[in-house]
């Protein structure tokens, strides 16, 4: 039996394993398993065909092949009265500047998560802080810090028997970040983002309910003729 291939013609969706073969009459090998990677992609309707035919390495011609129609929806988020909030500072080059994160929610919760990116390799983000923060009785508060990617991801999770979150507004954490010495004046964005494989901007009530919080960006202004 030739070997056999499979292709999509979406990143979004991959055949795994994407090659194989079976002996004629023989029983069907393993079974090919789609994987899904959405995070980036808008609410709508996406369309995306698998081909698989005959590995032609050797060949001049394909001699036979089937296509298999995968049609994905990706719902929009329900929307939240909650809210995330990234406060803006003006920061000398070369400084330690805190940048604060701020929440809001009408609910009480059992978890959050968010994933925050900025966009500027000048920032060197040293720690985060949960000092004054409303979570930070909390003993799941998980924290992973990632320059090279220049991301960080947030999260917390009640353990029974410690009481739900209550509805409230406050402080989340701060992100203390160091300037690079030598950064232009520039704009530092810190907004949000996927981090694989699960990590987003999420609030989860004690129903296991999911929560998407509106967001506002926070900002780093560079003031490179400060001292």
Known sequence: EPNRIAESNQPWVSP?????????????????TLEFSTASLAPGAYVANIVVKEDTF???AVIDSAVIIVYLTIAPKPESNDSVWVDNVVACKGASVPVA?????????AGMSAGLFWNSTAA???????IGSRIAAYGAIPTTINNGNQTVALGMLRIPPEPLLPVGSG???TLWFTLDANADCHLITIDTTFIPPGVELLF??????????KYEN?????????T
């Open 58 to 60: 050797a060949k001049s």
């Open 218 to 226: 926070g900002l780093i202004d560079v003031d490179c003729e400060c």
């Open 204 to 213: 989860s009530d004690a129903s296991a309910n999911s929560i998407y919080p």
């Open 101 to 109: 994160i701020s929440f809001k929610n009408d609910e009480e919760l």
């Open 124 to 130: 060197n983000l040293d720690s985060v802080s949960y």
């Open 16 to 32: 795994n394993p994407n090659s194989g073969a079976v002996d004629a009459g023989a029983a069907p090998g393993s079974l090919i």
């Open 171 to 173: 402080l989340w954490a």
